[in-house]
Protein backbone atom coordinates (compact mmCIF):
# COMPACT_ATOMS: atom_id res chain seq x y z
CA UNK A 1 0.00 0.00 0.00
CA UNK A 2 1.11 3.28 -1.29
CA UNK A 3 0.19 6.62 0.82
CA UNK A 4 1.30 9.99 -0.10
CA UNK A 5 1.08 12.20 3.07
CA UNK A 6 1.10 16.20 2.60
CA UNK A 7 1.97 18.97 5.10
CA UNK A 8 2.91 22.67 5.21
CA UNK A 9 -0.45 24.65 4.20
CA UNK A 10 -1.92 26.81 6.58
CA UNK A 11 -3.33 30.49 6.28
CA UNK A 12 -1.07 33.41 5.20
CA UNK A 13 -1.27 36.79 4.55
CA UNK A 14 -1.15 38.19 0.99
CA UNK A 15 2.20 38.73 -0.43
CA UNK A 16 3.47 35.73 2.07
CA UNK A 17 5.34 32.26 1.46
CA UNK A 18 4.25 28.94 2.29
CA UNK A 19 6.28 25.60 1.55
CA UNK A 20 4.42 22.15 1.08
CA UNK A 21 5.68 18.88 1.52
CA UNK A 22 4.42 15.66 0.30
CA UNK A 23 5.93 12.29 1.13
CA UNK A 24 5.51 8.89 -0.19
CA UNK A 25 5.41 5.80 1.44
CA UNK A 26 4.80 1.95 1.27
CA UNK A 27 5.99 -0.74 -1.61
CA UNK A 28 7.77 2.25 -4.23
CA UNK A 29 9.78 0.59 -6.84
CA UNK A 30 9.81 3.97 -8.77
CA UNK A 31 8.00 7.63 -9.41
CA UNK A 32 7.26 8.56 -12.48
CA UNK A 33 5.65 12.09 -12.45
CA UNK A 34 5.32 14.03 -9.12
CA UNK A 35 3.28 17.27 -8.76
CA UNK A 36 0.73 19.32 -7.40
CA UNK A 37 -3.06 20.47 -8.15
CA UNK A 38 -4.99 22.72 -6.08
CA UNK A 39 -8.79 22.83 -6.11
CA UNK A 40 -10.78 26.28 -5.27
CA UNK A 41 -14.69 25.56 -3.49
CA UNK A 42 -16.85 24.99 -6.75
CA UNK A 43 -14.27 24.84 -8.95
CA UNK A 44 -12.08 21.84 -11.09
CA UNK A 45 -8.84 20.22 -9.96
CA UNK A 46 -5.92 21.95 -11.78
CA UNK A 47 -2.20 21.41 -12.48
CA UNK A 48 -0.13 23.77 -10.18
CA UNK A 49 3.42 22.60 -10.61
CA UNK A 50 4.64 19.03 -11.99
CA UNK A 51 7.93 17.36 -12.49
CA UNK A 52 7.21 15.40 -16.16
CA UNK A 53 8.35 11.65 -16.75
CA UNK A 54 11.68 13.70 -18.31
CA UNK A 55 12.67 15.37 -15.41
CA UNK A 56 11.59 18.92 -16.71
CA UNK A 57 8.83 21.02 -15.18
CA UNK A 58 5.34 22.11 -15.91
CA UNK A 59 3.88 25.63 -13.87
CA UNK A 60 0.31 26.86 -13.84
CA UNK A 61 0.83 30.54 -16.41
CA UNK A 62 -0.80 31.69 -13.04
CA UNK A 63 1.63 30.65 -10.51
CA UNK A 64 5.56 31.20 -13.06
CA UNK A 65 7.93 33.26 -10.95
CA UNK A 66 6.37 32.37 -7.75
CA UNK A 67 6.21 28.73 -7.24
CA UNK A 68 8.71 26.37 -7.61
CA UNK A 69 8.81 22.50 -7.40
CA UNK A 70 11.35 20.81 -6.17
CA UNK A 71 12.18 17.16 -5.13
CA UNK A 72 14.37 14.92 -2.87
CA UNK A 73 14.39 11.51 -4.63
CA UNK A 74 16.11 9.61 -1.92
CA UNK A 75 13.57 10.51 0.39
CA UNK A 76 10.58 10.34 -2.19
CA UNK A 77 9.50 13.49 -1.37
CA UNK A 78 8.04 16.39 -3.78
CA UNK A 79 8.10 20.42 -2.37
CA UNK A 80 6.31 23.62 -3.15
CA UNK A 81 7.69 26.84 -2.57
CA UNK A 82 4.93 29.01 -2.76
CA UNK A 83 5.83 33.14 -2.67
CA UNK A 84 4.07 36.33 -3.35
CA UNK A 85 0.52 34.19 -2.03
CA UNK A 86 -2.52 35.88 -3.29
CA UNK A 87 -5.56 35.59 -2.41
CA UNK A 88 -6.68 33.60 -5.27
CA UNK A 89 -4.27 31.08 -4.58
CA UNK A 90 -6.49 30.09 -1.67
CA UNK A 91 -7.76 25.97 -2.21
CA UNK A 92 -6.62 22.75 -1.26
CA UNK A 93 -3.46 21.43 -2.73
CA UNK A 94 -2.94 17.92 -3.25
CA UNK A 95 -0.16 16.10 -3.97
CA UNK A 96 0.48 13.55 -7.07
CA UNK A 97 2.82 10.92 -7.87
CA UNK A 98 2.59 8.13 -10.91
CA UNK A 99 4.47 5.60 -10.04
CA UNK A 100 5.30 1.74 -10.04
CA UNK A 101 5.54 -0.38 -6.99
CA UNK A 102 7.46 -3.28 -8.70
CA UNK A 103 9.73 -3.77 -11.65
CA UNK A 104 7.93 -3.69 -15.15
CA UNK A 105 4.90 -3.09 -12.70
CA UNK A 106 2.18 -1.42 -14.25
CA UNK A 107 2.32 2.95 -13.46
CA UNK A 108 -0.51 3.97 -11.37
CA UNK A 109 -1.96 7.35 -9.94
CA UNK A 110 -1.70 8.18 -6.17
CA UNK A 111 -3.36 11.48 -4.46
CA UNK A 112 -2.87 12.73 -0.69
CA UNK A 113 -5.76 13.80 1.14
CA UNK A 114 -5.30 17.66 0.56
CA UNK A 115 -3.93 20.30 2.87
CA UNK A 116 -5.77 23.90 2.96
CA UNK A 117 -3.80 27.27 1.95
CA UNK A 118 -5.86 30.26 2.87
CA UNK A 119 -4.68 33.48 1.39
CA UNK A 120 -6.36 36.60 3.32
CA UNK A 121 -6.04 39.90 1.77
Known amino acids: QVQLVESGGGLVQAGGSLRLSCVAS????????MGWYRQAPGKQRDLVAAFTSGGSTNYADSVKGRFSISRDNAKNTVYLQMNNLKPEDTAVYYC???????????????WGQGTQVTVSS
Open 26 to 33: GRIFSINV
Open 96 to 110: NMALRTRYQGNLYDY
